[in-house]
């Protein structure tokens, strides 16, 4: 790149099919080859300030760099409907979109109203075999699937409540408590790059229930481990029974 040139973009890792991949990111030192850099903005070019250059402009300019190394790429874009291009998201299992104004400046740290974040989150109904008090009785899930006859946990869920149903699960709580953890596979040896793990000193928080209560749970995707990345409570399913829960 030409001297006192900054760009905007970043380090994706992409399986087979050309899909990014968190986990593979996770273990980047085995998944190294796969590891590319997405440059998505032109900040500053050859010493001259672009961030107030409407972005149209901006991504003009940037067109006109050459990167040798193939691992670093521009990242193009559409114009299209919303529907058409969540559809497209859909369909090919990635994680969401991004849009933005094309006359909008580069504002550093601020989240303006010129570009939005839009997350296409898969779900699943996942048992409840645990919790952790906290504000309105309780702070976290701790919910799983069925493999076979065991319990597999999953995944810690804190988002997706509000205090009213922070209030309504807890009282459902009481009758289920019991002393032992319904998990087979608790507790894991060590936390996870991104804490997904419970260990044994996590455990100690935890109150354990008898696995009955049945939740929706939407997450952006699995990782490696089995554990959910981003995992947000949605809302109760009286509809299920536990013992039918199994991994989708």
Request: glycine share 8%.
């Amino acid at each position: 790149m030409p001297s006192d040139t900054v760009i905007d973009g970043e380090l994706v890792a992409v399986d087979e099919m050309g899909r990014p991949n968190f986990s593979l990111l996770q273990n980047f030192r085995s998944s190294a080859s796969r590891i590319q850099y997405y440059v998505f903005d032109l900040l500053c070019f050859n010493e001259r300030d672009l961030t107030g250059l409407p972005l149209i402009e901006r991504r003009t300019l940037l067109k006109s760099l050459s990167f040798k190394d193939k691992r670093i790429r521009i990242v193009d874009y559409a114009e299209a409907s919303a529907a058409e291009l969540l559809m497209a998201v859909r369909e090919q299992k990635l994680e969401g979109i991004i849009g933005k104004r094309k006359d909008s400046p580069y504002q550093p740290g601020r989240r303006s109203g010129a570009w939005i974040k839009y997350r296409v989150n898969r779900g699943q109904e996942l048992v409840i075999g645990g919790y952790v008090p906290g504000v309105h009785g309780l702070d976290t899930i701790i919910v799983g699937y069925y493999r076979n006859d065991g319990l597999i946990y999953v995944a810690r869920v804190r988002s997706g409540f509000v205090p009213a149903s922070r209030r309504q699960l807890f009282e459902k709580f009481r009758p289920l408590v019991k002393a032992d953890c319904p998990f087979v596979n608790l507790p894991e040896t060590h936390h996870s790059r991104w804490g997904e793990g419970l260990t044994v000193d996590d455990m100690k928080k935890c109150v354990w229930l008898r696995p009955e209560l049945v939740v929706q749970i939407e997450f952006l995707e699995w990782i490696e481990s089995d554990h959910l990345r981003h995992a947000s409570f949605v809302g109760l399913r009286n509809d299920k029974d536990a013992r039918s829960v199994v991994k989708e």
